[in-house]
């Protein structure tokens, strides 16, 4: 393990077996020819401010055959935003303040505040259904349903349907993230829903969701409003949640594939010490994390943690890093970035952390090497390609008074 300036790089290996890096390697702001060539790479690129909102937006996301962007409000709404381009930011876009037509209100079924309210969202690869997972008004406890969506991009709320709710003890670490897989299987994350410490021991056990990422496919099969996918590692288990995909996560509110190889990233938000990113190879472009264990709450990054949880088959991080601010650090996963128009981040993986608003660029093609400062969005929450090639970041203003807002990456051409 080398301690950077940075960034720790706990495991390049692309098996995750967990093999400590050797030798020496530059720091992300070290001086070597090779630094300098990097930082020059990222010279022109920039994170140019495209919206500005008072809502807190927690996650947005891209339709498949639309142009726009979905934003998911913490409080419960879906804002249908057609973002600028790069050209058009080049040919001197104006800065807005109209997220577009609100799509879905379901604030009245919403419960917000803190880490609870709309968490996520996900369209199928037909961009005619949406799911959705919040905070249930009156407990808590985490909700995901599904509604149609219209030609438009309107949600028809009649067609609401809810798969299932997971009962939640606090109100942190609920996760959220919704992701439709390279197999078009439904992706979830959950986190462990403790205050701190993974207290009640959870997010390595098989017999409950929290602490994992589930996976299932939405159709309804028999009584259940779900089918359970056979291939499951879970499956045939007892006892087990069948859902359950990954386990050993503290709170993975944010998570992606990435769109060449399958492979699954992950950004973890750390205890009190480290953050970490977790990668999984796919086998073929597929099962990317099936059983892994990623060590949660017997490891926290690299360090021991509840040393009454096993310690057997865990993966450790790939990267991870510690809290400039003993009070506050929060990963949030971006994606690894494959065929944009901002070409100088093609083959890197992008992440952010929420507290101190650093943007994070990661070079898949030197895994050994430190990731770069790539810029600064105060409370980042997400990263997202468009289907044209253009790269959007999203932020929020929960717990401070920033403006939420959405970026779009230039690189001043």
């Known amino acids: 393990m080398k301690r950077l300036s940075v960034v720790v790089v706990v495991a390049a290996s692309l098996l995750g077996c967990g093999a400590d890096i050797p030798g020496t390697q530059g720091t992300a702001d070290g001086d070597g020819p090779l630094d300098y060539a990097v930082r020059s790479r990222f010279a022109n690129v920039e994170l140019v401010r495209a919206l500005t909102l008072d809502e807190s937006i927690t996650t947005m996301v891209t339709r498949p055959g639309d142009d726009a962007l979905y934003l998911v409000a913490q409080e419960g709404l879906v804002y249908r935003f057609v973002p600028p381009t790069l050209d058009d930011v080049s040919a001197g876009y104006e800065l807005g303040d109209d997220p577009g037509e609100t799509v879905l209100d379901i604030t009245n079924l919403t419960l917000s505040g803190g880490e609870e309210g709309f968490g996520g969202l996900a369209f199928d690869p037909s961009g005619t259904k949406a799911y959705v997972y919040h905070s249930r008004v009156g407990d808590g406890f985490s909700v995901l349903a599904e509604y149609e969506v219209e030609q438009g991009g309107d949600f028809v709320e009649a067609t609401r349907r809810e798969l299932f709710v997971i009962e939640q003890s606090s109100a942190n670490h609920n996760g959220g993230q919704l992701l439709f897989g390279p197999d078009d299987m439904l992706y979830i994350g959950v986190g462990d829903g403790s205050g701190f410490s993974d207290l009640e021991r959870v997010a390595l056990g098989l017999t409950t969701p929290l602490g994992k990422i589930l996976r299932i496919d939405p159709t ?52 009190s010490t480290w953050e970490e990113i977790n990668h999984a190879p796919s086998f073929e472009g597929r099962n990317a994390g099936r059983g892994v264990n990623f060590g949660w709450s017997a490891f926290e990054g690299p360090d021991r943690f509840n040393t009454d949880q096993p310690t057997d088959d865990h993966m450790p991080p790939l990267l991870v890093y510690e809290h400039p601010n003993p009070e506050c650090g929060a990963v949030h996963d971006g994606l690894v970035v494959r065929d944009a128009l901002v070409s100088e981040l093609n083959d890197w993986y992008v992440f952010g952390d929420w507290c101190t608003g650093t943007v994070f660029a990661h070079d898949l093609l030197d895994p050994e090497s430190a990731p770069q400062h790539l810029g600064d969005v105060m409370h980042f929450t997400q990263m997202v390609q468009a289907a044209d090639g253009n790269l959007y970041v999203s932020s929020n203003n929960a717990f401070a008074g920033v403006d939420s807002g959405v970026f779009v990456v230039t690189n001043g051409r």
Request: glycine share 10%.
């Open 220 to 271: 309804p099969s028999g009584d259940l409003p779900y089918t359970v996918p056979a291939d499951n590692p879970a499956v045939g288990l007892s006892p087990a949640d069948e859902r359950i995909w990954s386990r050993g996560l503290r709170n993975p509110v944010s998570f992606s594939f990435d769109s060449a190889t399958g492979d699954l990233w992950i950004a973890d938000v750390g205890q």
